[in-house]
């Protein structure tokens, strides 16, 4: 039996030197994440480096603090001196960027935009949810729940962004405004949770809702600032549903919030497809092959990779998750371990 053991043992170590072999072989990926301090990025990190080591290489992770544009700017020239096969960013500041990305593509290593898009230089690829088209969405679960409320669209909006550096809020909220357009008797404040700020989103929300006790709708950008909205709703005595509340995102605690009553909506960003997206293209990217565009599955995901001035862009749709479809296992917030 102690000689079996032993065996088994052996078995299950060379198996993981094989694999760890078998990921080295294709080289080093850096991934630059923008922070660490909700669901979304420390889900985009393990998912990053689930499907890049799947495709065959090694992933290494740096992490910019709290979307510290400095250091991160730091982290990308350190990973270009150790001459990586690529490099996956997701950025602190599109624009700051620049430079760092025409360095490294001057090298010959390939740059890799995901989830928040850096259109001011060339990049080789990017992966990310169809942002706009989210913000397409959640104005009309906006449009629903003020219809529901009031037998047409009409009502107070307060519309929380997060930082207007990230393309993810800028995209959604174009999205939002241009199709809210269409109901002028909705009434929509717009402020700005910099560097996504979970207490200056509650700040914001407290400070307004002083002024504007009977305001009906309060959209957050994302679901950890909807997670402080609404505990300072209940600290101001609003009941569940007395204001409603639109997100995106598609985190665990979003998928809370719904289930508690306190989200009556959000749309969900398919994280998962994003990260898959990179690594279904990631040999071509490197070999540097022409990348054919159309239609493409992802993750379960119909989506489309199309050519814009700045490089070829994976575009994945968003889902809109209420009450009734919450507990769908399709949805990344169900699929995280806690």
């Not at 979304?40 to 480096?49: D, G, P």
């Not at 862009?313 to 995280?336: A, C, E, H, M």
Request: include cysteine; charge should be neutral; glycine fraction near 10%.
């Amino acid at each position: 039996m102690k000689r079996s053991g032993v065996l088994l043992f052996l078995v299950i170590v060379l198996s993981l030197l094989c694999f760890q072999a078998y990921a080295q072989k294709g080289g080093l990926i850096f991934y630059l994440s923008p922070n660490q301090f909700d669901e979304f990025q420390t889900t985009a990190s393990k998912l990053i480096a689930k499907y890049v080591t799947a495709a065959g290489y090694e992933c290494r992770e740096l992490v910019a603090g709290n979307e510290d544009v400095t250091l991160q700017l730091n982290q990308l020239d350190n990973a270009i001196t150790q001459k990586p096969k690529a490099i996956i960013i997701a950025a602190c500041n599109g624009d700051a960027v620049i430079d760092g990305v025409q360095k490294a593509r001057a090298a010959g290593i390939p740059v890799i935009a995901f989830d928040r898009i850096i259109t001011s230089t060339q990049v080789d690829f990017t992966s990310v949810a169809g942002c706009y088209r989210m913000g397409v969405l959640c104005a009309g679960e906006v449009s629903r729940l003020l219809k529901e409320k009031y037998g047409s669209v009409k009502g107070t909006v307060l519309d929380i962004m997060g930082d207007p550096g990230d393309s993810y809020t800028v995209l959604i909220e174009q999205g939002f405004q241009d199709t809210m357009k269409a109901n002028p008797d909705v009434k929509i404040n717009t402020k700005i949770a910099d560097g996504w700020a979970a207490d200056k989103a509650g700040n914001i929300a407290d400070d307004w809702m002083v002024a504007y006790p009977k305001t009906d709708l309060i959209f957050s950008h994302a679901e950890h600032l909807a997670a402080a909205i609404s505990s300072v709703l209940d600290t101001k005595g609003y009941k569940k549903g007395e204001v409603i509340m639109v997100s995106t995102a598609g985190m665990p605690m979003g998928l809370g919030l719904v289930r508690d009553g306190w989200l009556q909506s959000t749309v969900e960003q398919p994280l998962a497809a994003q990260a898959d997206g990179v690594a279904m293209f990631l040999k071509d990217i490197i070999a540097k092959k022409k990348l054919k565009l159309g239609n493409y599955t992802v993750g379960g995901f119909p989506s489309v990779l199309e050519q814009e001035s700045y490089g070829p862009i994976l575009r994945i749709p968003g889902s809109v998750i209420t009450l009734k479809n919450v507990d769908d296992p399709k949805f990344w917030g169900n699929q995280v371990k806690k």
